[in-house]
């Protein structure tokens, strides 16, 4: 509450709302993705979890919630063309993605699931699409 008193006297007259820059619960889209038998581009170590997106500042925030071998939740990670953004907001996160070569390998492996993520992001707030849906 008071992080949210803060950044609203901080934003002052700007036209942007603290629920724009913060998403809520409710404001994520969601996809089930797996791993295919034998595909060789997966990018990530979990073989399944959610392709998650939401708006924020004009931009669509693409997430991948892992599923363990339990089948729990893990934490969220940010995936994105842009190596650097992404680099920094999943500090401590890199054992999350399969080994890679180079940066640029690695980008080629999540650049179909940020755009499948970015489609996400066109459907109304809260919706879960079925697996293979976009």
């Known amino acids: 509450m008071m992080a949210t008193v803060l950044l609203s006297a901080a934003l002052g007259s700007s036209p942007l709302t603290v629920n724009s820059i913060v998403p809520e619960a409710g404001d994520f889209r969601v996809q089930t993705i797996r791993k295919a038998q034998g595909e060789a581009d997966w990018p ?19 997430y991948f919630v892992p599923q363990n071998a339990e089948g729990e939740n893990e934490y969220p990670i940010n995936i994105d063309t842009n190596f650097m953004a992404m680099a920094i907001i999943n500090v401590g996160r890199g ?20 755009t499948m993520g970015k489609r996400l992001c066109d459907q109304p707030a ?9």
């Open 44 to 62: 990530f170590t979990a073989d399944e979890g959610y392709l998650m997106c939401a708006p924020s500042m004009g931009q669509k925030l693409v």
């Open 95 to 114: 054992d999350a993605f399969r080994a890679y070569a180079n940066y640029e390998d690695l980008i080629k492996r999540l650049s179909p699931y940020v």
């Open 126 to 134: 809260g919706t879960v699409i079925p697996e293979s849906s976009l």
